[in-house]
């Protein structure tokens, strides 16, 4: 299981590479952004890249997006000294799959990864039945197979962080979803993480559905949640 950490404090390293070695992972070591780049980009084997935002040549972000824009799609658990919720939208937008912020333990980093590689696992499998691949509700229409979404026939861009929240709330509709069960299911973050990157991500989503004055299909429950249901004539959009 052959771990990449992008990170430029020799004591992270140290602490890192010694725990994961003795949770059974191999871990290669970049010591700044564009070297971890390079890394990233000669050996796709990698099971996952520990990225650090503030790094030296090439920070965190641009190593992100560049791995991106390259079409790996490697899961990406980016550190990060900044917790407040802009610096984690900022990570998030750029590709990452989860964020940690620094200082943390290790048990709850290999409990990150353990999850980032369980959801590539599932997102990677086959999909047999092909009219198990769409979901729909209204006029939204989002294809599980071909990562495609669609409201009265228009396609929508979505990034893959709103793609799995859509996805989770289209599987799920008509039902309150917390916030903190949303970290869960779609970050798969198990700890009392900030929820607002929830309420962000869910703003975003907002947006593009329902560009041009559509009905909103997000409902906000206060004080639980959110809820995709289709709003009825007599229903005030919140």
Not at 92 to 110: I, Q, R, T, W
Not at 140 to 149: C, F, G, P, R, V
Request: charge should be neutral; include cysteine.
């Amino acid at each position: 299981m052959k771990l990449l950490l992008v990170e430029d404090e020799p004591a992270v390293v140290s602490v890192i590479t010694r725990g994961l070695a003795e949770a059974g992972y191999e871990v290669s070591v970049a010591p700044d952004g564009a070297s971890g780049l390079r890394m990233a980009l000669d050996n796709r084997s990698f099971l996952l890249i520990i990225l650090d935002v503030m790094l030296p040549n090439m920070n965190g972000i641009e190593v992100c997006r560049a791995l991106r824009a390259a079409q790996i799609a490697t899961p990406i658990l980016m550190l990060t000294a900044l917790g407040t919720t802009e610096n984690i939208v900022m990570g998030l937008d750029s590709g990452a799959d989860d964020y940690l912020v620094k200082p943390f333990k290790l048990a709850e980093l290999e409990a990150r990864i353990r999850s980032l590689t369980r959801r590539k696992n599932n997102i990677t499998a086959p999909v047999t039945t092909p009219e198990l691949g769409l979901l729909q509700l209204g006029d939204l229409e989002l294809n599980t197979d071909t990562k495609a979404a669609s409201r009265q026939g228009k396609n929508i861009q979505l990034t893959a962080t709103e793609y799995r929240l859509l996805e989770y709330l289209m599987k799920n509709p008509r039902k309150v979803l917390s916030r903190m069960e949303l970290l869960e299911q779609v970050w798969g973050i198990d700890f009392n993480m900030n929820t607002k990157v929830v309420d962000v991500y869910i703003n975003y989503l907002r947006k593009k559905i329902n560009k041009n004055n559509l009905p909103e299909l997000i409902q906000t429950v206060t004080g639980l949640g959110y809820m995709l249901k289709e709003q009825k004539a007599d229903e005030n959009t919140h």
